[in-house]
């Protein structure tokens, strides 16, 4: 099995941003990075020609100046796209470990070392699956954590610890993963999914192990506005700075894609429980457009019924009750279970890795 290129006792970590727009969050990131109380990383921004590059560059200038050689900055000559500007970051990376985070998204107090830490005491790592915490606008006012599992969990090469981090894994910030074999399974093969870190992940994790971390790793900002659909690659998939319904039967057509691609490529049988797993766990594919007028939002249900999401009973229940409760009553029941067990529960047969 592969090891960390240049590995040592602490491994360097290559902290990824891949920058579009949003220039004025940018500093409140940068400095949630630099505060860390762990020295073996750098900071690596990949603007993706943006209409605020300039905003964006004068950020990056500024923190370079005063952190040399600690942040460096990338400008893309033409727009190439989330997953695209994803494998750029990789490529661009010298680190052992890449760590991705969404450029409106903050690193936890404690993140690096603890994400290190779980690298240093388990063998041939290759993927870090994180918590996470969301906010809305005060990140000292937590809304809701995401722990999939009461306790570090350590998960053996194989397709069982595929199907469970694979959906684990979509939200992009902390998501960390090993830079070398990344580099090495490179593809354009999903380009426009904007699901490379998820290809990525699973790919990696037929070859390496996975260590899943109950800590805050990252902190992710609610309401952002999705800016995805410049890139040729996302053209008729994603309509910028919206979400239509269409933009999200694209995505999740593209999570099934992905698991497909990898299930070929490797000749792992993980597609069908993918999407089996992807089922027990619909309420986010749903709720994100429970704000559509009813029939809208029971078609895009119904699209998503054909695409074979409603294979568990917990489709049918997640919908039912976002008619019933709404969007916000029903997150506050979902939250309220969250917090009376410590983690999110565990819905039918789930490979859980072994403890560590």
Do not use: W
């Amino acid at each position: 099995m592969p090891q960390p290129e240049g590995a040592s006792v602490t491994a360097r970590i290559s902290v990824c941003i891949p920058a579009y727009n949003r220039a004025a969050l940018l500093p409140a990131l940068l400095e949630s990075i630099l505060s860390q109380d762990y020295a073996d990383f750098e900071i690596l921004i990949c603007e993706d020609d943006s209409p605020e590059r300039q905003g964006i560059a004068t950020v990056a200038a500024r923190y370079s100046a005063v952190h040399p050689g600690r942040v460096r900055y990338f400008e893309n000559k033409q727009n190439l796209g989330y997953d695209r500007n994803l494998r750029r970051l990789i490529e661009l990376a010298k680190g052992d470990y890449c760590m991705f985070m969404g450029n409106d998204d903050l690193l936890a107090p404690g993140a690096l070392q603890c994400v290190a830490s779980a690298i240093a005491r388990h063998p041939e790592v290759g993927v870090v699956v994180r918590s996470y915490a969301s906010f809305d606008e005060d990140p000292a006012r937590i809304n809701q954590e995401f722990r999939y599992f009461e306790s570090e969990r350590f998960f053996p090469a194989g397709s069982e610890s595929i199907v469970t981090v694979f959906r684990r894994c979509v939200v992009i910030s902390g998501v960390t993963l090993h830079r070398g074999l990344a580099r090495s399974l490179a593809t354009d093969g999903v380009d426009g999914t904007l699901l490379y870190q998820i290809y990525l992940v699973a790919r990696i994790v037929g070859r390496m192990n996975a260590v899943f971390v109950p800590q805050i790793i990252a902190l992710y900002r609610n309401g952002g506005i999705p800016d995805f659909g410049h890139a040729p690659s996302e053209r008729g998939k994603f309509v910028p700075r919206t979400r239509t319904i269409e933009s999200s039967l694209h995505f999740m057509r593209g999570m099934l894609q992905v698991a497909q691609y990898v299930e070929v490529a490797d000749k792992l049988p993980i597609h069908d429980a993918i999407l089996q797993d992807i089922s027990r766990y619909s309420y986010p594919v749903l709720s994100v457009q429970a704000d559509k007028p009813l029939r809208e939002f029971l078609g895009y249900a119904r699209e998503l019924r054909r695409m074979g999401f409603a294979r568990s009973g917990m489709f049918n229940l997640y919908l039912a009750a976002l008619l019933l409760l709404g969007p916000r009553g029903t997150e506050c029941v979902i939250q309220f279970v969250k917090r009376r067990l410590g983690y999110t529960p565990t819905l039918g047969k789930l490979y859980k890795g072994r403890a560590a």
